[in-house]
């Protein structure tokens, strides 16, 4: 069966440096995939979308790569901000058509001044 | 601005008693979803609907089941709450690939 991956330590890294967090899947060719950030409490809200055919996609200070030979994608966050403390997570399409999501359980970041 | 809303955002229940989990959205998406959220987890799809009265079953439906009378509003039913069902759950909205989620419940049986 389809299988996400994220690492389930918490990411403590410095404001102003660049938080790199993981996604990898297995038993799986998804068409896309996405990051969502969940702040506690809430629910999550999506940040990026990025194809099979897409090696890679910015918007302001995140980068998203899409490696499908690795089954990998790596989400960046550049000059980190104590506000970018949340847990994130990565999302992969789903069988069976209608938009499912099959989701990672996330990686936590926190970043500190 | 884009809207998902759950009845309650606590919910404190006693085993055997029948629940309903309200999900209502203002964006005329046709795809609508249950999810629970259990630490280490992750989210995991409880039912679907892609339309106004269809339904299909997702990953973990087994002590639920579901109700999408009109297009907004996508109601989630525990038939005897257990113990095992404490969760936080979390509904969500879409017309395409984006997911739009709601504010969650966290539900407690005891």
């Known amino acids: 069966s389809q299988k996400i991956e994220q690492n389930s330590e918490a990411l403590n890294i410095q404001e102003g440096k660049t938080a790199t967090l993981t996604c990898n899947y297995t038993n799986y060719s998804p068409a896309y995939l996405q990051w969502y950030r969940q702040d506690p409490g809430r629910g999550p809200v999506f940040l990026l979308l990025i194809r099979e055919n897409e090696k890679e996609k910015r918007k302001e200070r995140l980068k998203v790569t899409f490696d499908t030979t690795l089954k990998q994608s790596l989400f960046h966050i550049t000059a980190s901000q104590p506000a970018d403390s949340a847990t994130y997570l990565c999302a992969l399409d789903g069988t069976g058509g209608y938009n499912k999501l099959i989701f990672g359980a996330g990686t936590r970041l926190a970043v500190h001044p | 601005d884009v809207k998902v809303t759950q009845s309650s955002r606590y919910l404190v229940k006693r085993t055997g008693e029948k629940v309903f989990l309200e999900c209502v959205q203002d964006?005329?998406?046709?795809?609508m979803f249950w999810y629970r959220q259990d630490p280490g987890l992750g989210l995991r799809l409880i039912y679907f609907?892609?339309?106004?009265?269809?339904?299909e079953k997702g990953d973990i439906p087994e002590g639920y089941s579901v109700s999408r009378e009109k297009k907004e509003r996508f109601s989630l039913i525990l038939e005897s709450a257990s113990t095992n069902q404490t969760s936080m759950y979390l509904c969500?909205?879409?017309?395409?690939?984006?997911?739009?989620f709601g504010p969650g419940t966290r539900l407690t049986v005891l």
């Open positions: 964006m005329d998406h046709e795809n």
């Open positions: 609907s892609y339309d106004v009265k269809m339904k």
């Open positions: 969500a909205s879409s017309r395409t690939y984006e997911q739009f």
